[in-house]
Nanobody
Framework: QVQLVESGGGLVQPGGSLRLSCAAS????????MGWYRQAPGKQRDLVAT???????NYADSVKGRFTISRDNAKNTVYLQMNSLKPEDTGVYYC????????WGQGTLVTVSE
């Protein structure tokens, strides 16, 4: 049974930081491209960042220079370090694992507000 469990979301003020984690089980973690997506209220789910098996990263233009995705294959975990958060970063953040099949976590809510 594949599970992707996100954690680390919460309420933060603009300019603050959060670190999201996604722990994977039931997959051979090292062969999957891992990613973070977010869905703002009333909008579609959009790509935030991805990291390949070799560590190559890709970011949405809106988060470049502020967010960093990383992975620890020994812990089957992918992280998203989010700095200089803005209100428009608010949304549910979903972890994604992609190889021949795609798996999704349940999401963790990030709210950036005063």
């Amino acid at each position: 049974q594949v599970q992707l469990v996100e954690s680390g979301g919460g309420l933060v003020q603009p300019g603050g930081s959060l670190r999201l984690s996604c722990a994977a089980s039931g997959i051979i973690f090292g062969i999957y491209t891992m990613g973070w997506y977010r869905q703002a209220p009333g909008k579609q789910r959009d790509l935030v960042a991805t990291i390949t098996t070799t560590g190559n990263t890709n970011y949405a233009d809106s988060v470049k220079g502020r967010f960093t995705i990383s992975r620890d294959n020994a812990k089957n975990t992918v992280y998203l370090q989010m700095n200089s958060l803005k209100p428009e970063d608010t949304g549910v953040y979903y972890c994604n694992a992609d190889y021949f099949r795609t798996y999704w976590g349940q999401g963790t809510l990030v709210t950036v507000s005063e």
